[in-house]
Structure formats: C-alpha cells, structure tokens
T-cell receptor, first 112, second 109 residues
C-alpha cells in the first residue's frame, strides 16, 4: 500500500496563477483533509470531506476550493494564488472522525 | 490565540537525558493525539488518549492526559538522536482535530 500520496512535491507560482494539488489514498478511508503548515502555527485545517461527493470548510478556507469526486482522491485548488498562500500543504485521511490521521509527504508551495 | 499551546517551543538536549513537553488548553477535548514529524515528511501518530488521567507508554515515551481532559504531557526517558523531530499534539474539538504549534526537539549525540 502506498498510503497517502501527494502531487506535486514542490511548486513555484506567480501571484494570480492557479493550480491544483492532488491527494490520493488507497486505504478506503471515508474522511480526507487538507492542512497547511506554517512556522509556529502548527497544522491548520483548510477543508475536509466526510465521504465521496462531500466537502466542508475548515479553519482557514478562504482562497481555496476542494472537490471529492472519487472516494480515493481529494483535490485542493487555488484559483488566484497569493504570497500569503506560500506554505507546506499536507493531505490526510482517516477511517473515522476521531481516528488516526494518515498524512501524505506534503507539497511545498512558493508564491512569488 | 491558539486553542492549544505547546511548551517549550524548542528543546535541545544531550543523548541520555530525560525531558517532558506539554500541551495545554482551556478547552475540554474528547480525545487527544500526539504526532511526531520528521523533516520533509508528514506527521505520524504516536498515541491517542481518551480518558481523563489516562497514562499510556510507548517504549521510552510516556503520555498522560490531564484529569480534566484539557492538557497532556509527553515524557521521554533516556532520549536518543532518533527522537529528534517536531512533536505535535492535537485535540478533538467540535468536529475536527485542532493542532498545537509543536515542540521542536533536538537530541544531540
């Protein structure tokens, strides 16, 4: 099992450009999450999904959109990137709401 | 202000020393998790505690959940260089886990 994978690993964008981050899990988990990690801030929840076809806002959703068309995939989109979105983005999945979260290796995004 | 505070923010110790890191909040959590994150990787779960006063041991690591379920501690006995990493606590609050800012531990050989 690959667990949770994320693509790309690293990306540089110019302000105003758009991009999509892809997360895939092969553990048949219902719950999937997108976090961003910034120095001194820990992990902050952007959006999450409790099952295929569902999405919900987390703590810091502004400037991001998500889609969960297939159970195994969770996409995070930035429509118009801003320097404030420079961060490391982590995807995670879990069996249940309070269960173990399995994290991907992260995507490092730099917005110039 | 963050829901969860962790202290110390940074800790550098010699191999063989003991240490304790703390995770504190004014809120009550139904469960609390500890994760360790190594550079360039995602966090990995160490333990989940759910009962007030609960103590769990994982080899040289001892985790305690406060009686009121508002705080937790992680004690490492005889630290080793392999314990180096960022230690994150996460409390279940509302509908999701909320993470603390982490304690960055460096164990020098």
């Amino acid at each position: 099992n690959a667990g949770v994978t994320q693509t790309p690993k690293f990306r540089v964008l110019k302000t105003g450009q758009s991009m999509t981050l892809l997360c895939a899990q092969d553990m048949n988990h219902e719950y999937m999450y997108w976090y961003r990690q910034d120095p001194g801030m820990g992990l902050r929840l952007i959006h999450y999904s409790v099952g295929e076809g569902t999405t919900a806002k987390g703590e810091v959703p502004d400037g991001y959109n998500v889609s969960r068309l297939k159970k195994q995939n969770f996409l995070l989109g930035l429509e118009s990137a801003a320097p404030s979105q420079t961060s490391v983005y982590f995807c995670a999945s879990s069996w249940g709401r309070e269960g173990t979260q399995y994290f991907g290796p992260g995507t490092r995004l730099l917005v110039l | 202000t963050q829901l969860l505070e962790q202290s110390p923010q940074f800790l550098s110790i010699q191999e063989g020393e003991n240490l304790t890191v703390y995770c504190n909040s004014s809120s009550v959590f139904s469960s609390l998790q500890w994760y360790r994150q190594e550079p360039g990787e995602g966090p990995v779960l160490l333990v989940t505690v759910v009962t007030g006063g609960e103590v769990k041991k994982l080899k040289r690591l001892t985790f305690q959940f406060g009686d009121a379920r508002k705080d937790s501690s992680l004690h490492i006995t005889a630290a080793q260089p392999g314990d180096t990493g960022l230690y994150l606590c996460a409390g279940f609050y509302g509908q999701n886990f909320v993470f603390g800012p982490g304690t960055r531990l460096s164990v020098l050989p």
